[in-house]
Every structure is written in C-alpha cells, then in structure tokens.
C-alpha cells in the first residue's frame, strides 16, 4: 500500500500487536521505532482494513492539542 500523497506530517510505520475488539469501536495497538501507539477506532474499519495482529501499518496522527500534565 502506498499514500501518494497525504498533509500528515507525523507518520510512523509499524506492526499491529494487539486489537481489543468491542461492539462499535476497537483499540488497535501499533509498535513503531518511536514506541507504542493506541489508536481507537471503529469495529467496522477493523474489518474493513482486514487488521489482524502482524498488519504492517502506518499511524498517521494529526491533532490540533498535546495536552502534558506535570509528575
């Protein structure tokens, strides 16, 4: 798969390591180099993807807020 083009900036390649599949929507963790990321998404676009763990994947996060809090 490749994405001609795309104004996501912040990209990370990687492997599904685990779904938590629920009714409607679903928890897909990515290990990237960069870490692990979890991203919500619905059930039906599990599917639709044909997302099973070992899915080579790109997360592609674009977010008008980081909120921090301070430890």
Known sequence: ?????INVRNQFR???KEIVEGSV????DVETP??????????RS???LNLELG?????????TEVALAKL
Do not use: H, R, Y
């Open 1 to 5: 798969m490749s994405i001609p083009q």
């Open 14 to 16: 990687g492997v599904v």
């Open 25 to 28: 929507v679903s928890e897909v």
């Open 34 to 43: 960069a870490g692990v990321f979890t991203s919500v998404i619905t059930t």
């Open 46 to 48: 599990v599917k639709n």
């Open 55 to 63: 899915s080579e994947v790109i997360v592609l996060i674009k977010s």
